[in-house]
Structures are given as structure tokens and as C-alpha cells.
């Protein structure tokens, strides 16, 4: 839920000194993201999606990088961070398996490929594997009503999914 | 009558005229060799006005959701003052049941690039944003790649064929979203783009007169854009043959149904998918001649006419044409996208309502009180319902919550708050004894209620 505050005033912001958003990143957002827009805060959604590319979720540190970077302030980055479902402000695992659990893919039957796949992976949705491999989530519906029921992991897509081809396609992770 | 020749499914296999298995990523080359971007060198050709006019005159009314004229809204903005005007695609699809503009998307790119670039030249605004869902992460590639073949071919860019639009050369580029249904009410998109979150801004003023960045912008839905190009090149005439006319003695200034529309069905039939029928096919229609019947034989209980927001049509309601007068005539909100979710007769519906607030709770941006809370309220209370520890009392407050202007709805900024209710009000007025069948409590006195976290 986009509303739910973090405790920002009182947690310790872990700090390394290597940069996240390096200069070779800054470089090609400076060329190819912040001409399209008028002004440099509309950047903040590409430069994030392109620092989670790079460093798998989105650090404090980062964010805060960001802020400096786009000449916002960091609570500015912060609050559009942490208002959008796909900006990871903890790690997640390797492969993140969102499940869609929208109307059309329950009346499909996504109830049973959400038994199985925690019951594989011994998870809960929300949750990542001890192992950092897979983090299981429930996601409301993502725009492939007609092969119900779909999920996305990662970047890829799969429909038509059921309790057998669930077992292939996790075992296909490497 | 049926859709005579496929329109925006031309390059895309749709049964009755193709095969879903023969659907393939059309290029540019593709495009141009079907007759692609021949509206646009006739559009080039008219000035920004004509355009606008044949637009208004088509009666194309938006295929996103509201069914607003498209020829009106873009005839509401300001004249120029030299500083940049927007257009803002939204592709943000996230509303259940809803998978059109992504076969477009998937398949057809370049129909969409068409329509931006006219609808650039009609209303002269320099700089498209296409607004698409974080998780289309695909289809951005797509879209993307047709973008770079559009630049190289110099639909856009400096040497663009359109020369230069509102003293600026004229440019496309994609934003990706992040995972917000909110995102695809127009002024949150507008806000999404800015980079900050995505919360519906209080109208007026308009986005047409001050939308992205504080400057005049045009939001349109892909599948209204798309239909842009099929209109200029074939004119006003040839669009009205299809969908539905406007009733004898009703004025003219009433928007009637016109052209074909894109239908997705998914749920409990045979071939689920997206098709392409004139607006006015009803619902038995759809699923018999198009989705090969209900699935195992099983009978039609309910469905959705167009994405969950809208609410749902009953037993006895299948032969309600899908068009934009469905909602006066049938007790539902609207046509909406046209994403029709059947349901046979296993359907629970108190576990489908369940589901649909679970939605609106769970995508509810949190800036208006009734809506962020009120959703929570009536998911918990339906999940009590669900599990068989509802009263009646809990469908009474359910109906006075959800049919009572300024309990929920019409005290927010947006329509999540209204979706949330019609769905609700729809799903218990039409299914009232699925509810008071579970309802075995017909008071709580002496009667323990589960602590609601």
C-alpha cells in the first residue's frame, strides 16, 4: 500500500563510499534522460528505474545520490520512492516472482499456483528465500486478462500458468 | 451488423479474419507496405483545424475509460503562446480485465506512432510522452524500437516530415511507470511524469489548460489514438457505418457510439483474447461467436462489461449491447475499456467482490480520507462476509456506503472512490441472495465478532 510511512526519522542510513549512481551512470542519464524533460525533477522515475537496474533494489544512500544529482531534496525522491509498488527500499531476491491476484486470474485459478509455489519454495508472499534466491509477491493485475493466470518473474512474462508448468519454470531459474 | 473489415486489428490476426498463432511484431517496413502513415502525409497535407474538425465530426469518443469526445478535448486548448504544449499518451493499462492497447502495443507499434503524430499536428504540440505501465517492461522495448525506426525515418525528430510543430521539432519518448493503478487517472499521470507520486490533481484546471509542467496537454488512450489515422485516411462517412447511431429525436450534441472498438475477454469462456467487433455487439454475442462459448459448457452467471471499476451486469442482463449507453440502460457505470470478465455459474460472487475492493483498497494513492480508508473498511468487512461470520447489518451498511453520495462517493478527488462503490453496489444488488445466503447472523448480540486487524 503506496500510504504506509517508513520510520525515516529514526533510522540509521547505512553509508558506503563508493557511490551507487556512478559517474559512468550519471553520464548517460545526463545525455539521454534529462533532455527529454523540462526540467530535471521529472528525471526522478528513469534515474531510479536505471540505479535498481544497476544495483538490484534502492539504498538511502542512493536515494540521496539522486536527490543530488537531480537538484531535488532527498525527501522529494524519497516520497516518490516509496509511493510505486516496483522501488525496492530493502533487497530482494535474485528473481522476484509476482503473482497476479486480480479478478480474472483468481476466477482462473491462481489460488492453487500460489499453494505450490509457497509451498516449494517454503515462503510467504513477501518474503525472500534464505538462499536470496527468489521473493514471492502478490501484485494486482498486470494487463494479460485473456492467458489468466500470468505472473511476471522479473522481467518476464508468463501466462497460461498452472500447477505443472510452475514447477518447470521455477526449476528453469538458475 | 458485424465488423465488416478489421480496422486496428489489420496487421494483427484476429478471428474471424486470422488466427490468434499468426500474430507477429509488425515494423516499420510492415506498417508502410499495409498503407501505414498515409493518414499522416494526408494529415500534413490539412491544416491543424481540418483536422480537428473530421475528428469532432467522427464523434470518436475516448477508448480509455470515460468515453469523452476526443475532437472536443482536443479543441479545448489555448491558442499558442511559443511555449511547449504536451501530448501524454496514456498507456498506463491497469485495470483488471483490460489487456487492449497491449496487443497494439505487442504487435502494432507503429498505429499508435501514426496517431500520435497526427494528433501532434492537429492540436501543434512539440513533445509526446507515452506513459506506459512499469510492468509492460516488453512492450516498452517495443514500443522503444518502433520510436528509433520513427526518428530514423524522420516521422519525428529534426528532419521530421511534419517540418516543425509549434517552432519546435517534434519529439516522442517513452516513461516508464512504476507500478500504480493511479497512475492512469489522467492528472496523476501527469504528476508520475513530473517525477513525483502519482496523486490525482483537483480539476480545474484542465490538463488541456494547464496540464505536465504547468503548460496546455492533450491525454489520450492508445486505442483512441490508434484510431486516428484509420479516420483521416477513410474519413467521417466511412467511420459512422459502423457502431451505433445516435437514437431518432435525441439531439445532436449527445455523443453517440460510433466505430469499432477493441473487446477483451477473459474469465470462464473457451478463447479468451482480445477482438475486434462495432460497438453495440452484445455480451452472447461475444462469447458465442467470438470465444467459442462458456467454458466446460457451463452456464453464464454474471460478467463485468469493462473493467471492474464499472460493475457487473446480471444473470439475465447477457444480451446488453457493449456501448457507451450501457450504463443508463443496464444499472452499471459505463462501457469503461471494454474489458469483459464472464464469470458461469460456480461463481462465488461475495469472493468477486472481495477480490474487486481488495483492488481499489490496495491501489488507493491514500490522498483523499474516505476512499483510503473506506476501501480497507468495506474489503475487511466483505472478508467477514466471505469467511461466514457477516451480519445482516453489514449489507445494509454496505449498501448506505456505497449508494449514498458524500458517504464514499462524490468526497474525493478522483473516481477510485466511485469505481470502488459501483462495483460494490452492482455485485450486491444484482446478487443480493448470494450475500444473504451467507449471512447466517441475523444479529450480533451475543455473538463474538473476530477482532478486525
Known sequence: MAWITKNSGTMQIETREEPYLDDEL???????????????RAATLPTLHAVQHKVGWLPTQALKEIADFLGSAPSEVMDTATFYEEYWLKPKGKYVIWLCQSISCELMGRDTIMSKIKAKLNIEPGETTEDGKFTLMNVECLGSCGTAPCGLVNEKLHENMTVDNIDQILDSLE | MALQEPVLTKRIPTPPFGDFSQRKLNSYEDFVATGGYAALKKAIDMQPSEIIDIMKASELRGRGGAGFPAGVKWSFLPPQDGKPRYLAVNSDESEPGTFKDRMLLDFDPHILLEGIAICMRACQLDTTYIYIRGEYHHQAKVLNKAIDEAYANNIFGPNSIMGKINDREPRCFVHRGAGAYICGEETALLNSLEGKRGWPRIKPPFPAVAGAFGRPTIINNVETLAMCGPIIDKGVDWFKTMGVARPDGVPPHVPASYGPKL????????????????????????????????????????CVPGGIAMGVLSTDQIDAPLDFDIGKKFGCLGLGTAGVIVMDEDTDMVAVARNIVRFFSHESCGQCTPCREGSNWVYKTLCRIEEGNGTTADLDLLLEVSGSQGAMPGTTICGLADGTNWAIKTILNKFWSDFESRVSVSTIAGYSLPVLA
Open chain 2, 263 to 302: 473487446i477483451g475477454v477473459s474469465g470462464h469462456v473457451n478463447r479468451p483474447g482480445v477482438y475486434e467487433e462495432n460497438l453495440g455487439i452484445t455480451v452472447r454475442e461475444m462469447i458465442e461467436k467470438y470465444c467459442g462459448g462458456m467454458r466446460n459448457g457451463k452456464k453464464f452467471k454474471s
Open chain 1, 26 to 40: 550519471k553520464a548517460e542519464i545526463e545525455a539521454n534522460i534529462i533532455p527529454r524533460y523540462p526540467d530535471r
